[in-house]
């Protein structure tokens, strides 16, 4: 079973920085995409930005410029450096992963960002 593991999270002041890690079970090249989501309480679960499997990166509108998304194969770690956080990117980060070889999905467990203002 594949397992996602996050790390890096906790209490920032808004303009502040943090640094979040996915670490698979597997390496992430067995994976079509690995994104980043979050869920703030009482909203939905949205993507925060994605890398596929040949490196194209996408991101949410409301984090481009701030966010990136980047990936380190050797370490089967994928990271989400948040730069000049807001009290909006309030939320559980979760790590996503897509099987480039079957239609199963994997989730992390999720870590928690708050940012104070």
């Known amino acids: 079973q594949v397992q996602l593991v996050e790390s890096g999270g906790g209490l920032v002041q808004a303009g502040g920085s943090l640094r979040l890690s996915c670490a698979a079970s597997?390496?992430?090249?067995?994976?079509?995409?690995m994104g980043w989501y979050r869920q703030a309480p009482g909203k939905q679960r949205e993507l925060v930005a994605s890398?596929?499997?040949?490196?194209?990166?996408n991101y949410a509108d409301s984090v481009k410029g701030r966010f990136t998304a980047s990936r380190d194969n050797a370490k089967n770690t994928v990271y989400l450096q948040m730069n000049s956080l807001k009290p909006e990117d309030t939320a559980v980060y979760y790590c996503?992963?897509?099987?480039?070889?079957?239609?199963?999905?994997?989730w992390g467990q999720g870590t928690q960002v708050t940012v104070s203002s």
């Open positions: 597997t390496s992430i090249f067995d994976f079509a995409a």
């Open positions: 996503n992963a897509d099987s480039r070889f079957s239609d199963a999905n994997y």
């Open positions: 890398i596929r499997f040949g490196g194209s990166r």
